[in-house]
């Protein structure tokens, strides 16, 4: 079956990084687009960054362009997330996501979450 | 801010129906598919249709979806308590190259 474990979560000051990573099992990976999701506390979905299966192709939220870097490793089935620049307004639960296919695609499967919080 | 935009409730009693709607722009949901996720507070999002109107497989009939030009809409019958939660919809916009996609507000569905 399909799974998504995120890891690398935790507390950690402004202007700080942290780096995320999204292991991925029971798919082939290399087929399919894969997104970070935020969750700040108490509010809705917001869509952080997705990379497409070869990894070639990256797209990001404003709120996060420049300051975020994703990228992929299809050999190791892995997804990451380096985060610069870290702001409280940054702190949320981190989702990856696996699309159904392309860039554009749904996010068929998710994983549980890591909570980052952005505090001095 | 969202660029797709959902009411923030509905609800009805058990047995009724409640229908969701997720209103974009045309460099959204007008030349996209839409997507809809369920998320029960305190767990990850779930896929409940994609394509506008396809369920994956082990969703129920009871939610169906549907896209007519730039709004979709997400129909839940047959509500039932578990089926409480905030419901989301998605798809790929592309007002700003290289395009991304989008959450709507979400919808918070309360059985009565």
């Known amino acids: 079956q399909v799974q998504l474990v995120e890891s690398g979560g935790g507390v950690v000051q402004p202007g700080r990084s942290l780096r995320l990573s999204c292991a991925a099992s029971?798919?082939?990976?290399?087929?399919?687009?894969m997104h970070w999701v935020r969750q700040a506390p108490g509010k809705g979905l917001e869509w952080v960054a997705a990379?497409?299966?070869?990894?070639?192709?990256?797209y990001y939220a404003d709120s996060v362009k420049g300051r975020f870097t994703m990228s992929r490793d299809n050999s190791k089935n892995s997804l990451y997330l380096q985060m610069n620049s870290l702001r409280g307004e940054d702190t949320a639960v981190y989702y990856c996501?696996?699309?159904?296919?392309?860039?554009?695609?749904?996010?068929?499967?998710w994983g549980q979450g890591t909570l980052v919080t952005v505090s001095s | 801010q969202s660029v797709l935009t959902q009411p923030p409730s509905v609800s009805a009693a058990p047995g009724q129906k409640v229908t969701i709607s997720c209103s974009g722009s045309?460099?959204?949901?007008?030349?996209?598919?839409v997507s809809w996720y369920q998320q029960v507070p305190g767990t990850a999002p779930k896929l409940l249709i994609y394509?506008?109107?396809k369920r994956p497989s082990g969703i129920p009939d009871r939610f169906s979806g549907s896209k007519s030009g730039t709004s979709a809409t997400l129909g839940i019958t047959g509500l039932q308590t578990g089926d409480e939660a905030d419901y989301y919809c998605?798809?790929?916009?592309?007002?700003?190259?290289?395009?991304?996609?989008?959450f709507g507000t979400g919808t918070k569905v309360t059985v009565l």
């Open positions: 996501a696996k699309g159904r296919g392309g860039i554009a695609a749904a996010a068929d499967y």
């Open positions: 029971g798919f082939s990976f290399s087929y399919s687009a």
């Open positions: 990379v497409s299966q070869d990894g070639n192709d990256k």
């Open positions: 045309s460099s959204s949901i007008g030349n996209n598919y």
């Open positions: 394509d506008n109107n």
């Open positions: 998605g798809t790929w916009d592309s007002s700003l190259l290289p395009g991304s996609y989008a």
